[in-house]
């Protein structure tokens, strides 16, 4: 292998300046508390706790709504790890204000927050939560109004305050970081870039502690204070000289300080202490948390590691004269060619950069192989020089393994004649590692040679909110006077937002002056960054031709948010464009932007994701789902490679929540694999995975050419569904419904598992709290206005991903956020309706089941009934018991049949097998319809049998209701008469006769055997069939 050529030190890029992240937490107010002092009212504050840190509000006296308006600061101890932080917000009652003697402060509530709740300074919003219980016997109500953001705060050094303290002891140009020994003989470093702070406290002298342990003494100052409730961080202050520079002759470095007489004042103490033998040198146990087996997660373990050469060619130096270098790289079974070098503009000499990485298959049998490295001008394919490695030596790089630092190495020549040209260094380098790298995902793969579009990429939906618009009235609106008699001016108001646009009803005049009122809400989606403007046109709609009155701009991004239901404000806007110079008008309208909605991109029963837009409201992650996407198998050609043959280019795709994943394509291949895995949170479990395939169309399309990539498949798999920590790997075949018919274009390999490390309390509580955010039931959308909003949201997230790089294009969002499942199928229809009845056939069954018990087909089960019911009958306590432990059994018994993996797609309940292809037909029909009119009319007339059937079972269903009302409406006199001497007569023998004995007579009168019953209906059926009902009334 060739030897590195010695590096220069690189120069260290200056250190950032130090920072602190803070948290405020202000408590605004409270409101609906319950009454604890004893007088009808309570005198509450508020107790924050967060991280060990603890602070209070004051006190408000007597108040059940109470308002502090107080912000606490807290200090974030590591601000990687805050967001999994939580704060605790309690409210008390003040013991000291309330009547009697109350022995401790009487608790009001809680809220529980957690650092993903955390918003940035700027970003926060008025959050009120409703207090939580803290145990199951709590009387708790009333909510807590929170504002919380943290921001980063520069935190000023001291060292010139330092320096003024000891002029006679200059610092060292070349400072080295500080060593203190502690009073429990542990040797630290303290970085000279970090402030020392000190914390004066006169109430108590400060203490300096010498640690005599030859030949290294100690002196360590330190101050005693008082802890109050607040929790004061202490501070000491460490006085040290420079460490000695041999560190081989001398002792573990240890800072020596003197003590001078006049730096210390009369009042400081003294106290020497022995370092303990073998402190320094003996193991200690680290305490902290222990992560559980299922939080011992490793990266790639749910798929096959592939092992990959990876080269990095970074830059060169001191080459031979070119005009456009490349690189080369050779192996035994690879030959690949870098991009032209680029230059850095003002330097003066020249240094070629490429800055790229190389992954190229590996395997035991290239082991022994030779990697052959070498640069070329790309003007005159001169060899400038090459290096060669021997892949025996190669290092091999696992994760989480820190990246391979690049060197310098020495250019040869080798044979070639142009040796003489050969000069210059290349800095590089050479690993091997597995897909789980960190250069994989950026790398140039042999697998995946058009690097543009077929890379793996992770990315992200843009964050959508609901905009709420309330138009309300318009005033010294410009009507024009030339008005036919009694006809009032049609004034509307048409909203536009991007590609969304929605026209208000008419409105309404007040004849008193010139003002017109619709108030009316409109609701669109927008999409972050809201840079978008919300037009409103005021149109005037009274003529044939509509006359424009004036119009109004509002920027999206000036709009206010709201998190809850709170009343926002409304404001006055001036009309512009107004005829002739003139003043147009104005228009009253209230705005806001409603991050407590969860704006659905998909179809409800496929939903990947519930949390609503604003972060601060999100509760915490249940658990991570983890997925390993290991190939395909026996897929269909896609495209034609010309001489008969075919050819595939295979992706993958999933979606869950906002985030979406792309693996590589595998080009030309009916097998891929792709061995990639992937992770995302689990804030719901009642939530759906969607995994398709694609075919690659768009790497070999123009810029100009697009081209759709074509849909091979796609599985969708229920989280709920999975166990808990358990790795499922199955195969699912990949259907694709065309208008041909059903087809199977071949299989796909996955892994997926659900790990879940806290089950019992977090992930069982969710099953009983709302789908949906609670703005949804506060203020719920229609579901014609919803869906309306779902086709605008998936158009804004199509358009977001498809300007990404690779893009993914509209119509693989739409195919996998299932666009079109709103749109009219025979197909579907009858899907849905054997669903129906597949659900009623418990129902049906129970009912034969009960026929023939009645009919003694089975004289044993019969016998044991009449016992059971006499049972039942004589001990009604027993009913409830019974029933809900025969549910217990039925459950106990159907574990035997519960399923193995988790389900795919269903053609036997999807109707697919089945279907009619003029019904498929009429599926993939556009909207309108671009068929002709003979198949129209046909499909018309289809369509009316079809709704024909339903108008008769509507009503039949309004016949069987109308014959109950009937029954005492007396719109049949002498049965109405009948029905009421019947009941009559029921009341007189239930008052005199045991409700028991009435019981097992029906019973028995209903269970009796068949010979003792009449083949022709009961008295009781053929007297409600002959009730009268409406249908005779239509026409």
Sequence with gaps: MTTPFPQPEPQQPPPEPPTVRKLIVEIIEARDLLPKDGLGSSSAYVVVDFDGQKKRTSTVTRNLNPVWNESLEFIVSDPKTMEFEQVEVEVFNDKKLSHGNARKNHFLGRVKLYGTQFAKRGDEGLIYFELEKKSVFSWIRGELGLRIYYYDEIVQSEQSHEAGAAPDQPLPPDQKPQLMVGEDGRVMEIPMQMPVHTIDDSQSPPLVTVQEQPPAVTVQMEHHHHHQYQNQHQRQMQYHNQPPQNYQDVAPPVMQQDVQPEARNDHERVRVLRRPNGGDYSPRVITGKKLSESERIQPYDLVEPMQYLFIRIVKARGLSQNESSYVKIRSSNHLVRSKPASFRPG???????????????????????????????????????????????????????????PQWYRLEGGDDPNSARVSGDIQLSVWIGTQADDAFPESWSSDSPYVTHTRSKVYQSPKLWYLRLTILEAQDLQIAPNLPPLTAPEIRVKVQLGFQSVRTRRGSINHHGSSFFWHEDVIFVAGEPLEESLILLVEDRTGSDPALLGHVMVPVGSIEQRLDERHVPSKWFGLEGGSGGSYPGRIHLRMCLEGGYHVLDEAAHVCSDFRPTAKQLWKPAVGILALGILGARGLLPMKSKGEGKGSTDAYCVAKYGKKWVRTKTITDCFDPRWNEQYTWQVYDPCTVLTIGVFDNWRMFADTSDEKPDYRIGKVRIRVSTLESNKVYTNSYPLLVLQRTGLKKMGEIEIAVRFACPSLLPDTCAVYGQPLLPKMHYLRPLGVAQQEALRGAATKMVAAWLTRSEPPLGPEVVRYMLDADSHTWSMRRSKANWFRIVAVLAWVVGLAKWLDNIRRWKNPVTTVLVHMLYLVLVWYPDLIVPTGFLYVFMIGVWYYRFKPKIPAGMDTRISQAETVDPDELDEEFDTFPSSRPPEIIRMRYDRLRTLAARIQTVLGDFATQGERAQALVSWRDPRATKMFIAVCLSITIVLYVVPAKMVAVALGFYYLRHPMFRDPMPPTSLNFFRRLPSLSDRLM
Excluded: H, M
């Design 347 to 405: 330097e003066q000499a020249p240094i070629p950069e490429w800055n790229q990485v190389f992954a190229l298959g590996y395997n035991k049998d290239t082991a022994n192989s030779t990697l052959e490295i070498s640069v070329w001008d790309g003007s005159s394919e001169q060899f400038l020089g090459g290096v060669c490695f021997d892949l025996s030596d190669v290092p091999v790089r696992d994760p989480p393994d820190s990246p391979l630092a």
